[in-house]
Structures are given as structure tokens and as C-alpha cells.
């Protein structure tokens, strides 16, 4: 019999009699168990051989029994599950958390953090929402982004703290002179996850695939042709030179999966187990870059306890914690950063109902008011911005005072969660001006479409930046439906001639610049403004070391290392 059902037998019986000694029959275990007298007799047997409960018969048919259980489901769970960690087996813990999800927290909380089982370095994250599908052309969550970048390699790839490309399955690449061929050299016996070798021909096809694709296809609008001129080079034929193609073929919409199986790739961590209450990844044996520290990585979903209140390693998004509980008293902060990235308003001119004069006029409205400053959300948490990037000022508005806002506006806000307090601010600042402000909650992540959009005429919703700030930038511009939405056609297409002129500066400062003066037209149009940053922060407790952060807020899997335990370390000299 197996030990997950022999204790859901014992929650059963517990359940019915309680922990105090009572006086039964084995017909009535047989009811309660729903099977015969004599399999009721073993599975008693079976129990008081483990020392969960006493059992004492009388002689005779129908004589009353003594049965105590002697312990609780709970303290049974613990320990069961303490086993099935400390001896690798993640399979068998799963089931323990299916067998009972309302005390999941409680039963892992011992087990978090940092631990060796097995004799392998394991960190065990417990996560407060269930985990949208890993597929990097879909997601939108960024503890989603996060994770996918780590178990997807790409043919360039971000290092963390570096703005730069670097080599990924491409060793090097090389540009002919006139700009309008790149070619990818490829490292040899490159593997996927399942071992298999990785071949040019097979990424070859996911580049197509990649090329008709909604979500990657404007980060590969310049290119006329892929082709494999040898097994170990990619070559791109562009219409038109592209100097950022080695930072597009790095981001997200652009990692290289398996053409026949997606959720196989091959980056530093494999995932080998997708479930519900579990996300496990192992590191990949056979990875062509520095190989990490952990061996494996655990994501514990925990969300109805989060609801509830208690402990879980993302009290907020942007604040996480590593470590059991009764570490966090010893965990302190080992990082923090103020997120490149920003919550935004932004002016919807297609719609027509609000002038770029009138967006000037609101915008000088909130900037007057110190609304921004004065949210009801800790300094701790959220930053006002000031800056879209550092050097790229945000421009203060000075509108016409005759200047009358419309009598009726409509906002459209996603999440994240303190948009909604920066909805309520705007509506109480706008009825101070004569404008009522209706305000509408969409609960993706990402616009929908260009229709949804045009139904409003202020937005609200983040833009989180990458490793490579300018990059993602100029990425937006180009992926992100809201500009298509927002921006009258004569500015759609101004946008995408200027997007295509600074693609061909070979230099990089020349596109930076241009760059930064295309948003500062859009910034001092009230088009597009950055209202406040995130405060990212990492704590841990001092055992985990190597914790970095990445410009997405999470820590760096592949630079996290635990020091291995201590057996019979020697005393120090009294």
C-alpha cells in the first residue's frame, strides 16, 4: 500500500474519532474504511506497527476495541514529507502537497530556502500564484519572463548586469559591410535538454517559425531570408541594415525551442516537472556555458495561503524572500534596485476625445498636485518617476490655463496592483478640474488588441526594462500594441520610419541619442509619460550566497550557491 494513501486513511479515521482513546469495533473501522472486516483487521495491524495508534481487542464477536491514535495527520505529513526532500524525491513530496493543499505552506515551511538533499544543492522558492504556461511567445508574468530566460537559450544572450549581447549557441557572429548580412556561428555539440543534439537545420526551422510568429515577428521585420549556409552558421539577409539584430535575437519573443517539442530547450535549467503546486528545474548536464552551482530549483505554488495572510517568499512582487520561516528573522536584504522599468500613463490621440494640448493639461495637473508622492502605497515599494532612463528627463508641462479638460474621460488600467490606487487619486484630481473620469480593469498583462485600446483615452500599466535598456526601449515601440492603438496613422507611420531610420546607425551612441530624442518628442507630447519606479529588493539569510539581482527584479539562478553542510566541524579553541 502505498504511504500517500495509508495516510489519507489515517486523516479519515483521525477526523471521525479524534485524538482521545475510544472504544470501537472492527465493524465499524470496516464502515468507516469502506472495506471488509479482515482488510479493516490489517490495515489496523499496519498502522500500530508504525506507531501512529494503540489498538487493543477483546475476545469475542462484537466487543468493543480501545483504539488511540497516537498522532496527528499533521505531524504524520511533516514527516513524511521531510523524508521524501531530504532523499530527492520531489515526485512523492508532490503528492503529499495534492494530499493536502490547505497546510502546504506549513508542512514546507522547514524546507525552503536554501537546502542540500540528496547531496545536491537545492533552493526551494514558495510562490504566491499559480505559474502562467512557459512559452516565451505568450507569457507575460515576470517571474514567467524570468524563468523561461533561464531555461531558453538564444542565439545571443543578456548576462546579468551587462547591457551588452553576448555569445549564447552562437560563438561569434560577424556583419558584412554594407550591414545587410549576419551570420551565427554556432558552438559544436550543442545539446538540448532531452540530450538530443542541437543542429542548425532545427533552428533553422524555429527561426521561420519565429519569422510569421505576431509576438517576434516586428523584432525580425528587417529580415528578407534565414538560411544555413554550413551545419554550424546561421545567416540572416536583411531588407534593410538592422545594428540592434544582436540584442532583438537575445530577448524574449526571440529564444530558440525545439521545433517539434517547445517546452524543450537548452539553457542552463531544464524543467523536468509542471504542475499545479510544483515547478521544478534541474540544471542541464549538458549546457555549453558555465554551468550553475544549484542543482536544482523548486517553485512551491502557494496562493490561498498568500490570500490569507501568511508567510510566502513574495509578500509583493517586487519583494522577495529566501529562506524557511524560522529564518526570516536572520534574512536581511542582500540587494536592492530601483527598477529601470515604470508604471506609465499614457494619452490615447487616435480616439479623439483628448487633444495633445489637453494631455499636456493633465499631465502639468498631476505633476503640480504631487500626486505622484503622496500615493497611499509605501516610499519602500514605489519610487516617483523622474527620469524614463537615467539622462532621458521627464519633461515638466506647462499648459494654456483656458485650456479645459473634456467633461468625460474613460481609463483603461492592468495590473499591477497600485495602479489601482493611482485610478483612484486621478479620479478624485480630475472632478476638482470638471472632468469625470470612468475608469475600466483589465486583468491581462499585456494589451489585448489595438481595438481594446481605442476604446480608451488615458492607460495605465508597466513596461518592465530589460538588461539592455535602450534595446528594450526601442523593442516596445515595435511589439507592444498600444502604439497601434493610441497613435493617430500619420504618427503610426512617422514611428515607424524613425524606428527604421535609427536601426541603421552602426555606431551605438548615434541610435542611443536618436532613440532618446524620439521618446522626448513623446514625453513632451504627453503621449507617453513614466509616473513611478519599483523598489526591487532580494532578502535572504546568510548562508545563501551569490544572490543578484537581474534588471527584471528576480536573482540570477545561475550565480546563487549555498555552501555545502558541515559534518562534524571542529570546535574552536576555548
Not at 535575437?249 to 510544483?278: Q, R, V
Not at 513623446?522 to 523598489?535: D, E, G, N, S, V
Request: charged fraction near 15%; hydrophobic fraction near 40%; charge should be negative.
Amino acid at each position: 500500500m502505498r504511504l500517500t494513501h495509508r495516510l489519507s486513511q489515517y486523516q479519515r479515521l483521525y477526523q471521525q474519532i479524534g485524538g482521545a482513546p475510544v472504544a470501537i469495533t472492527i465493524g465499524e473501522l470496516a464502515a468507516l474504511f469502506y472495506c471488509s472486516e479482515r482488510h479493516a483487521r490489517t490495515l489496523v495491524q499496519q498502522l500500530q506497527d508504525q506507531g501512529w495508534l494503540s489498538w487493543h481487542s477483546q475476545a469475542g464477536r462484537g466487543k468493543r476495541a480501545r483504539l488511540h491514535c497516537l498522532k496527528t495527520p499533521d505531524e504524520l505529513r511533516a514527516a513524511h514529507l521531510q523524508r521524501l526532500l531530504q532523499n530527492g524525491d520531489h515526485q512523492g513530496a508532490l503528492e503529499m502537497a495534492q494530499l493536502d493543499p490547505q497546510h502546504l505552506q506549513e508542512l514546507l515551511s522547514p524546507h525552503l530556502g536554501g537546502q542540500w538533499q540528496a547531496g545536491s544543492p537545492t533552493l526551494r522558492i514558495p510562490y504566491y500564484r499559480t505559474l502562467e504556461t512557459l512559452d516565451p511567445l505568450t507569457l507575460t508574468g515576470r517571474a514567467e519572463q524570468h524563468l523561461v530566460a533561464t531555461l531558453h537559450a538564444g542565439l545571443t544572450r543578456f548576462m546579468t548586469g551587462n547591457p551588452e549581447p553576448q555569445p549564447d549557441l552562437a560563438h561569434h557572429w560577424q556583419i558584412s559591410d554594407d550591414g545587410l548580412c549576419w551570420q551565427f556561428f554556432l558552438r559544436s555539440q550543442l545539446r538540448w535538454h532531452n540530450g538530443e543534439p542541437l543542429t542548425g537545420q532545427q533552428l533553422l526551422q524555429t527561426l521561420e517559425k519565429l519569422l510569421q510568429h505576431p509576438r517576434s515577428q516586428p523584432s525580425l521585420a528587417s529580415v528578407a531570408a534565414i538560411s544555413l549556409p554550413h551545419a554550424l552558421c546561421i545567416q540572416f539577409d536583411l531588407l534593410r541594415p538592422d545594428f540592434w539584430l544582436a540584442h532583438r535575437l537575445a530577448e524574449l519573443p526571440c529564444l530558440l525551442t525545439h521545433p517539434d517539442s517547445p517546452g524543450i530547450g537548452a539553457g542552463p535549467f531544464k524543467l523536468t516537472l509542471n504542475e499545479p503546486h510544483l515547478v521544478r528545474l534541474e540544471q542541464h548536464p549538458f549546457y555549453h556555458l558555465q554551468h550553475p552551482y544549484l542543482e536544482s530549483i523548486e517553485y512551491w505554488i502557494t496562493p490561498e495561503l498568500h490570500a490569507g495572510g501568511a508567510y510566502t517568499s513574495c509578500q509583493h512582487p517586487v519583494r522577495i524572500t529566501i529562506g524557511p520561516q524560522e529564518e526570516l528573522a536572520l534574512a536581511r536584504p542582500v540587494q536592492r534596485s530601483m527598477s529601470l522599468g515604470w508604471c506609465y500613463l499614457a494619452i490615447n490621440l487616435k480616439h479623439g476625445v483628448i487633444s495633445e494640448a489637453q494631455g499636456q493639461k493633465l499631465l502639468m495637473l498631476i505633476q503640480q498636485s504631487g500626486l505622484m508622492a503622496n500615493l497611499p502605497v509605501p516610499n519602500s515599494v514605489i519610487t516617483p518617476s523622474h527620469e524614463m532612463l537615467p539622462g532621458w528627463a521627464i519633461p515638466q508641462h506647462l499648459a494654456c490655463e483656458d485650456i479645459a479638460l473634456p467633461a468625460r474621460l474613460t481609463l483603461l488600467y492592468r495590473p499591477p496592483v497600485e495602479l489601482e490606487t493611482v485610478t483612484v487619486a486621478l479620479q478624485q484630481l480630475l472632478a476638482r478640474h470638471g472632468c469625470e473620469l470612468e475608469v475600466r480593469y483589465y486583468a491581462g498583462k499585456r494589451w489585448q488588441s489595438a481595438e481594446q485600446i481605442e476604446q480608451a483615452d488615458l492607460l495605465l500599466a508597466d513596461n518592465l526594462i530589460g538588461e539592455s535598456p535602450e534595446a528594450t526601449l526601442e523593442s516596445w515601440l515595435r511589439q507592444d500594441t498600444l502604439w497601434r492603438g493610441i497613435l493617430p496613422d500619420s504618427r503610426w507611420q512617422h514611428q515607424q520610419q524613425t524606428l527604421q531610420r535609427i536601426q541603421q546607425f552602426p555606431a551605438q551612441q548615434p541610435r542611443f541619442e536618436q532613440l532618446k530624442t524620439y521618446y522626448q518628442q513623446l514625453m513632451a507630447a504627453a503621449i507617453i509619460t513614466p509616473l513611478f519606479h519599483y523598489q526591487y529588493q532580494i532578502s535572504a539569510p546568510p548562508r545563501i550566497h551569490g544572490v543578484t539581482l537581474t534588471a527584471y527584479g528576480w536573482f540570477d539562478f545561475c550565480q546563487a550557491w549555498l555552501p555545502p553542510p558541515v559534518e562534524n566541524q571542529p570546535q574552536p579553541p576555548q
